[in-house]
């Protein structure tokens, strides 16, 4: 009973990003976004939320990426006590890449965000899903090598 039922009212969602790309091996995403269905949570890839993520790979064997996301949103929690007020979120991710070889490539990631070890280093170009709205503390090392 703490979300709608079909049919959906109808709801205007406003979704933008910006993709900087100030050097060769740099990239800065900002994205925003802004629905009026504030419900919209993990169930959506629409909730309100701005974000920014940077990536720089200093050398071809070396690469980083930091993203922040500040989330707005009914919590599950909140609304089953019958408050509705949204609530806001911040998750933050990292990973560093460390290449030795074309064979070889060692990867640790703090946090949950929508990359994975076996993706590229630039993520998502339209913001991609959020897989949770706060900071986890997970760690993970990743070693891959192609034999």
């Given at each position: 009973?703490?979300?709608?039922?079909?049919?959906?009212?109808?709801?205007?969602?406003?979704?933008?990003?910006?993709?900087?790309?100030?050097?060769?091996?740099?990239?800065i995403?900002?994205?925003?976004?802004?629905?009026?269905?504030?419900v919209?949570?993990?169930?959506?890839?629409?909730?309100?939320?701005?974000?920014?993520?940077?990536?720089?790979?200093?050398?071809?064997?070396?690469?980083?990426?930091?993203?922040?996301?500040?989330?707005?949103?009914?919590?599950?929690?909140?609304?089953?006590?019958?408050?509705t007020?949204?609530?806001?979120?911040?998750?933050?991710?990292?990973?560093?890449?460390?290449?030795?070889?074309?064979?070889?490539?060692?990867?640790?990631?703090y946090?949950?965000?929508?990359?994975?070890?076996?993706?590229?280093?630039?993520?998502?170009?339209?913001?991609?899903?959020?897989?949770?709205?706060?900071t986890q503390?997970?760690?993970?090392?990743?070693?891959?090598?192609?034999?």
């Amino acid at each position: 009973g703490n979300f709608p039922q079909a049919p959906y009212k109808f709801y205007n969602i406003f979704k933008t990003g910006l993709r900087i790309a100030p050097l060769n091996n740099m990239e800065i995403y900002l994205d925003y976004t802004r629905n009026e269905f504030e419900v919209a949570s993990l169930n959506s890839d629409n909730m309100n939320h701005i974000g920014l993520e940077f990536t720089y790979m200093p050398t071809p064997k070396f690469g980083m990426l930091f993203k922040y996301i500040y989330s707005r949103c009914q919590d599950i929690d909140r609304l089953t006590a019958g408050i509705t007020e949204p609530v806001g979120h911040h998750n933050f991710y990292s990973e560093f890449r460390y290449l030795p070889s074309k064979d070889d490539e060692l990867i640790l990631q703090y946090g949950e965000g929508n990359s994975s070890a076996i993706g590229n280093m630039t993520l998502d170009p339209y913001g991609g899903s959020m897989l949770t709205l706060d900071t986890q503390h997970i760690f993970r090392v990743y070693y891959r090598r192609k034999f």
